[in-house]
């Protein structure tokens, strides 16, 4: 490694679980029927997996019935103020005390933007602050790598085999490694808050919120079961600093934080699932404050790579097809954050897998 400073499934067809989708709230519902017409067809593991998934959504349920788990404290909502913003009007939301709401409601939080007046809302799991937050009739299908990773059994798998399977194809180094070299990388802005953009069942973000080194951790994707995942998870460690993490479902493209307020921004294995890399970087750029830090994982196809005929083309296909970026070199990842005014990129390299660094301006 080197560091270097510059709606319905046919029977037996599971593919079909892969393909992009429109998932709204009755997703589990889709998940379930799937469950019905597939299992005579699924082996024990994946029949597993789904008995498994569907814990995760029904227990959470269950929590809504009696105390919501997420509720954002005084404490919380202290450390977030200035920083939780409309993703449409990019001003700071304020809390909104609504004493007409039904108990239920009354005990999660909502929080209102002072400029449009659009109210957003968590439920048990997670705040949802995408733009459509709320809307019942709109909906829109997202790119295949951002559908995919909306499915219950995606979110199930994920912490449990398929993350670890980019150590033996990418050589991504594993969560612990990452997450040492990360905290190398965010040395100017400990003690600061930290957004774990596109963070999935919160691999990073747990560990974030347990190593204490940061006053707030934002735990955000824009996976609706990815969130229930990852307060699944939280809610099975002990003694876990619950104070120090609120969970957000979030667009990349658009994302809820005021302008300037936020030290630390990391991403791992996202930047290539993102539907504009550099519309993202620049809403990273966006948000970070003078001196704030962008840390990144991805995978870049070169060496041998470089020699594959039309690899170029091809990745334009890949992207129309899938949503997915392929980056090339190094290089192309440096131009990516200077192009979005961020300076002094670094990196740290091992096969396919790359780190990257790089901060606001001073
Ligand atoms: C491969 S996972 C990375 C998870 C984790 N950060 C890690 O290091 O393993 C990619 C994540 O990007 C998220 N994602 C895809 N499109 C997104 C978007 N438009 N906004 C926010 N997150 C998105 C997916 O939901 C998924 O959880």
Redesign the pocket.
């Known amino acids: 490694m080197a560091t270097t400073s510059s709606s319905t499934v046919g029977m037996g067809n599971l593919s079909s679980l892969l393909l992009p989708s429109r998932l709204g709230s009755n997703s589990g519902d889709r998940f379930f029927h799937l469950k019905a017409t597939t299992s005579r067809f699924i082996p024990r593991t994946i029949k597993h997996a789904f008995a498994a998934a569907r814990s995760i959504r029904a227990s959470s349920t269950a929590l809504v019935e009696t105390k919501p788990d997420f509720v954002l404290d005084e404490k919380k909502l202290e450390n977030c103020k200035n920083t939780l913003a409309c993703p449409i009007c990019y001003v700071p939301l304020i809390y909104n005390a609504d004493s007409s709401l039904s108990a239920e409601s009354a005990m999660r939080p909502n929080l209102q933007c002072r400029n449009c007046r659009k109210v957003y809302s968590g439920n048990d799991t997670h705040l949802d602050l995408t733009i459509t937050s709320g809307s019942k009739g709109y909906g829109e299908v997202?790119p295949a790598?951002?559908e995919l990773?909306?499915f219950s059994l995606v979110s199930f798998l994920?912490e449990r085999g398929w993350?670890q399977s980019f150590s033996i194809w990418g050589g991504f180094p594993g969560p612990e490694k990452e997450f040492e070299i990360i905290k190398d990388y965010l040395n100017p802005v400990l003690g600061g808050n930290i957004v774990?953009?596109?963070?999935?069942s919160g691999?990073?973000s747990r560990l974030f919120a347990k190593s204490g080194l940061f006053s707030l951790v934002v735990a955000?994707?824009?996976?609706e079961t990815?969130l229930q995942q990852c307060s699944e998870f939280i809610k099975q460690e002990e003694n876990f600093p619950k104070e120090k993490i609120v969970l957000v479902r979030?667009?990349?493209?658009r994302l809820p934080f005021a302008s300037g307020s936020v030290d630390a921004v990391h991403?791992?294995?996202?930047l290539h699932?993102?539907?504009s890399p550099s519309v993202a970087v620049a809403e990273i750029s966006r948000v970070l404050r003078p001196g704030g830090m962008f840390v990144a994982?991805t995978y870049i196809l070169d060496g041998p790579f470089a020699f594959v005929p039309l690899l170029r083309p091809l990745r334009q296909n890949v992207a129309q097809f899938s949503g997915s970026h392929i980056f090339l070199s190094n290089r192309e990842l440096e131009d990516l954050c200077t192009a979005c005014g961020l300076v002094d990129f670094k990196f740290t390299r091992n096969r396919m897998f790359i780190m990257i660094s790089a901060m606001k301006p001073k």
């Open positions: 997202r790598s951002t990773f909306r994920y993350r774990d953009a596109s963070c999935a691999m990073f955000l994707d824009f996976s990815m979030a667009d990349i493209s991403a791992g294995a996202a699932c993102w539907p994982t």
